[in-house]
Every structure is written in structure tokens, then in C-alpha cells.
């Protein structure tokens, strides 16, 4: 499973998550032994490989001929492909979909294989010990589709308010001929339940690509919001010749988002943010969380008072992403980096991996209604000449992919951060009454108002996209010290009160919704060598500040004016 819901009802594909696949390990003590595997799976969920470093090979047999695409949502980190034996493709980075397209297949059965490596090296920029774990494996689904000659590979679509109070939708659609002769047909766009269609006429040249743009007008449909996240099916399909070849059905949401001065206003009403950071990540599962657990995790943080998660520090699987738009949750997502020194961001292969993960972000959760925010580069050389080169490179790429959305970035660099001008809005990680010997208040205050008064982040919206404390589950102490279940809620009800208090603050993120498993080779105190400052702990068993947080969470509305 892919997605939650249907996207072809042309092209025919298959899903080849579930079981039938063979997992070995081609180094260490179990090198070449084959392990029966369910994926999505991480192989540091089975017993022999809890600490695991190096590549794994995935192997399932699947049949067909012709043209097909695999489809993958997350090999981490880096993924090599071969069929019959023969390279198909390759890919870095964990947590962005990728495909693979091979051509005239023999009738049969066919090998797939694919090397995951999880390994830590100059290669790879992004990944590297870090405070969360580098999982190894086929971390989320894999689909295989059947292709004709040509095939529609994204439907963007951009929802717009008219003055008249009427939406509009701007369709942007690639279409991919992959014979060698040219193609030339018809892509035929359609609302449902909203009776609006589009037709575009296309003509591509042999072997390549081509972006078809139209605009629907005049639509009145039901607005999504997080009381009422209404969604639509969109459903593209090419025509060649009097016959549907292919089709791709994506889900759309009708809503604003503006910055607003220093307000943040969702379909015209000023947010107020109440959020979770959260990882991807289970002690069962590892970062390969199946439906059901994502759900649960919703669940769970929508029982705290939550509107809104921030996917630390990487996109997440599109599933959740489904979750998110189906039950109006708001979501910041960010590209892949986290802690990068200028020192990391001069790998030369850094700004290409970033590059990259925002563009095969984008190009994948483009649609999804509940992306508020685009982040990047969480307390990366914000402070320094070279990263401030580096922001602003990322923040164009970003504009120029999609100009409907803001872009921010979480900052820890304080009163010494000098790309404050560049995001739409000014977004700090505090950790008052843990890191930093402050109270909240203090600490939020300084910070605001050196940011309103003394910055270029002045006048833009101001966000806490990280606070918190840690707390050893079942650590229970009437001296509430640091890392006691009391000193944590504590904590939090001082940071909550303080920050959704603040006049001028959008809202608050949670460092963080559970407890999650970090890099071994990582240390900066970290108790269990994990990050223990989740309200839950990593089997999701609620510490002393859930009630603490639900109480306050749920005393405040989804608007400032409520
Ligand atoms: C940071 C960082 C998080 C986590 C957190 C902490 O600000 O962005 O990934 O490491 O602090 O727990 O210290």
C-alpha cells in the first residue's frame, strides 16, 4: 500500500509490500543468510540485526512483460535496483519516493533486488550520526505498475479563491512518452463531484516529457479546514486516439493560507498552532510504521488537543501525509537535514542531496491540503556567511516549485542567526528550563523581541517549532529533577502557557510526540541512547505531562479568535 486511496483506475498496478521477500545481509557474521521479510521493513526490527550497519538485499520475484515502473516510497538511505540481475536504477536518501522504468520485459517471471545501504560516509551529506536513528531497509511500499507508451508521471494542482468568492484550479500535468515516436493525444482532467473538467491537447517529441498547464473556474466547493477536511478526487486521463491509455487520480483540498503581517491565517481566521514534532518511529517497526501505527500515533496526538505536526526532520511517508489531509491535521514538512554544521554543508555533495530531497518532496506532496509550511535545513549554519548562501538557494528552489505555500526554517542560532530576511516566516527551537537556565518567558521574550526589533525577521509571523524536556518514562521523583516525569510536565505546562500566551506568537510545536531510538554513534547525553523527551514514551505510554499538555491543548481553539 502506497497511498490510502485508489489512483489508477486505468493503468494496472500491483502492490509488492506484504510478504514474499528474502532478506540478506551482505556483510557481518549472517552475510549471504537469506531472513523471510515483511516490507515496508527496517532490519533492525528483526532479532539478528538490531544494530546493523551496511547493505541488505531485498529480494521478490513479480511477473509481467512489457514496460513496468517501480515505484518506491523510502529505501534508506541509499538504494541500488537490479532486475534479472541487471542495474535498473539507483537512489540516495531515505525519505523521498523514487521509480525505476524498465523496459520490454520478456513475458515471466522477473527478480527484483534491491542493496539498501545504511551506511555512514563522505557520499552521503544528509545522513549522518545523528539525534534519530538511520534505519536500514525498503522503509516504506513498493508499487509496480504496467505502462503503455506514454503515462502521466504528476497532476499539480493549485486551488485558488476568486474574488467572487468562486475557487479555481491550476493544473499542471507531465506527461511521458517513453517510445520512440512521437505521441500525440489528449489529457482530459476532471473534478469529481464537482462536475469541472479540463482538456488539454498534447504533442511530444520521441522519448521525452512534456507539462501541459490549464486552469477550472467557477468551482463552489466545500472548503477544507481541520473541523471539515473535505477532499476531492482529481482524476487525469490520457487519451490517444478515441482510448484511455493511462490515468492518475489524486485527492485536493479547497483552503487559504496566508502570512498576513505577522499573523498566519487559515481560510482567513488566524491560526493558532498547536503542535507535535514528531519522528518516524517505533521500537516494533523502526522508521517502517505500518498504516495501522501511523493511525494510532494521529490518534493519539489529536486525543492531546494537537491541530498540527511537524514531520522531523525529513518528508515523511505519504500515507501519513493521506491521514493528515483526511483528518484535518496541519502539517510543516521540511526537507532532510538536521544539526549541519558549515563544516557538513560544505560536503560537496550536500547541496545537490538537499536539492534534491526538495524536489522529489515537493514533486510528491505537492497536492496534499494538509502542507502548510515547507521547512528546511533545521538548525543547520544559519549563522554563518556561507549557510546564509546556502538558505537562500534552498528557499528559491522552493519558490519556484511552488510559490502557494510559505517556506520557514527552524533556527536555533538565537540572537546570531542572519537569515532571518530570507523565509516568510521566523521559526526558533527554545528549550528554556532544559538547555537554557531561563524561564520560558525570558527566554521567549529576549528572543522575540530581538527578532521583532533588531532583525530582518521583523514583522514576519513568529513560530516555536521546538520546546520541551526530557523524561525517563516511569522516572518518578518528588525532587523533580531533570529527567524525572514531573520535572517534564512541569516543564511543558510552563512552555505551552508561556508561548500560546505570547501576542505575536502563531504557535507552538512540542519537542516531541514519542520517544524515538537515535544514531548509536551519536551520544550529546542522551540517556538509552534515545531522545526521551516525547509526552509518550516509544511503546506510545503516556508520562505524567500527557494530561498536563491534553488540559492545556484543549483549552485553546484552532483560531485566535475563537
Ligand atoms: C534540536 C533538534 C532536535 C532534537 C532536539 C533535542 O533542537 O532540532 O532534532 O535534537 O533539539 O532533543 O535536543
Excluded at 327 to 344: K, S
Excluded at 389 to 416: G, N
Excluded at 457 to 466: D, H, N, Q, V, Y
Aim: net charge negative; glycine share 8%; with cysteine.
Amino acid at each position: 500500500m502506497i497511498r490510502t486511496f485508489c489512483q489508477n483506475e486505468i493503468r494496472e498496478v500491483r502492490d509488492l509490500s506484504g510478504s514474499g521477500w528474502v532478506f540478506s545481509p551482505q556483510d557481518g557474521e549472517h552475510k549471504g543468510e537469506q531472513f523471510p521479510v515483511v516490507v515496508p521493513c527496517c532490519w533492525e526490527s528483526l532479532p539478528q540485526f538490531p544494530a546493523y550497519r551496511g547493505v541488505g538485499r531485498f529480494a521478490k520475484h513479480f511477473s509481467g512483460s512489457g514496460t513496468v515502473r517501480l515505484v518506491f516510497q523510502g529505501v534508506s538511505h541509499t538504494a541500488d535496483v537490479y532486475v534479472d540481475g541487471v542495474k535498473a536504477g539507483t537512489h540516495y536518501n531515505a525519505f523521498t519516493p523514487f521509480d525505476v522504468i524498465v523496459r520490454d520485459l520478456p513475458e515471466g517471471e522477473h527478480l527484483l533486488e534491491v542493496d539498501a545501504d545504511n551506511r555512514f560516509s563522505e557520499a552521503s551529506a544528509l545522513h549522518i550520526p545523528n539525534d534519530y536513528m538511520s534505519y536500514g531497509g525498503i522503509s516504506r511500499g513498493v508499487q509496480l505498475e504496467y505502462l503503455e507508451d506514454a503515462y502521466i508521471s504528476y497532476l499539480h494542482c493549485v486551488t485558488e479563491k476568486a474574488p467572487d468568492g468562486s475557487w479555481g484550479i491550476r493544473l499542471s500535468v507531465c506527461i511521458v512518452n517513453l517510445s520512440d515516436r512521437p505521441f500525440t493525444g489528449q489529457v482530459r482532467i476532471e473534478v469529481k463531484n464537482l462536475a469541472a473538467v479540463c482538456c488539454l491537447q498534447i504533442n511530444i517529441p520521441a522519448g521525452e516529457q512534456r507539462v501541459a498547464e490549464g486552469k477550472i473556474e467557477g468551482l463552489r466547493p466545500v472548503i477544507w479546514s481541520p473541523e471539515n477536511p473535505a477532499l476531492y478526487e482529481i482524476c487525469a486521463t490520457l487519451w490517444q486516439d478515441d482510448t484511455a491509455v493511462d490515468d492518475l487520480i489524486e485527492r485536493i483540498g479547497f483552503r487559504t493560507f496566508a502570512v498576513s503581517g505577522r499573523d498566519l491565517l487559515l481560510n482567513g481566521k488566524k491560526l493558532r498552532i498547536k503542535g507535535f514534532c514528531r519522528h518516524e518511529d517505533h521500537p516494533m517497526f523502526g522508521c517502517a510504521l505500518p498504516p495501522e501505527a501511523i493511525q494510532q500515533d494521529l490518534e493519539i496526538i489529536r486525543d492531546l488537543g494537537a491541530n498540527a505536526i511537524r514531520c522531523t526532520h525529513y518528508p515523511n511517508d505519504q500515507i501519513f501525509l493521506d491521514l493528515c489531509d483526511e483528518q484535518g491535521i496541519l502539517v510543516w514538512e521540511e526537507n532532510h537535514a538536521r544539526g549541519l554544521t558549515e563544516e557538513h554543508m560544505r560536503n560537496p555533495n550536500f547541496e545537490p542531496q538537499a536539492e534534491q530531497c526538495i524536489e522529489e518532496m515537493i514533486r510528491a506532496h505537492f497536492n496534499h491540503p494538509c502542507i502548510l509550511i515547507w521547512g528546511i535545513l533545521n538548525e543547520c549554519a544559519s549563522e554563518t556567511e556561507y549557510g546564509y548562501e546556502c538558505y537562500k538557494k534552498q528557499y528559491e528552489l522552493i519558490r519556484k516549485l511552488d510559490p502557494s505555500r510559505p517556506r520557514s526554517s527552524a533556527s536555533c542560532k538565537f540572537m546570531t542567526d542572519i537569515c532571518l530576511g530570507l523565509p516568510d516566516i521566523v521559526s526558533y527551537n527554545l528549550y528554556p528550563e532544559w538547555y537554557v537556565e531561563k524561564t520560558t518567558q525570558e527566554w521567549l521574550d529576549e528572543n522575540y523581541n530581538w527578532v521583532q526589533e533588531k532583525s530582518e525577521g521583523a514583522g514576519k509571523p513568529f513560530l516555536i517549532t521546538e520546546i520541551g524536556a526530557g523524561a525517563i518514562y516511569g522516572y518518578r521523583t518528588p525532587t523533580i529533577c531533570k529527567w524525572s516525569e514531573e520535572y517534564q510536565a512541569q516543564a511543558l505546562s510552563n512552555q505551552i502557557k508561556a508561548v500560546l500566551g505570547k501576542e505575536g506568537c502563531s504557535g507552538i510545536f512540542i519537542w516531541q510526540y514519542c520517544d524515538c531510538r537515535i544514531s548509536f554513534e551519536w551520544f550529546a547525553s542522551r540517556p538509552r541512547t534515545m531522545n526521551n523527551k516525547g509526552v509518550v514514551d516509544e511503546f506510545r505510554r503516556p508520562k505524567l505531562s500527557y494530561q498536563v499538555v491534553k488540559e492545556l491543548y484543549r483549552s485553546y481553539g484552532n483560531y485566535c479568535d475563537d
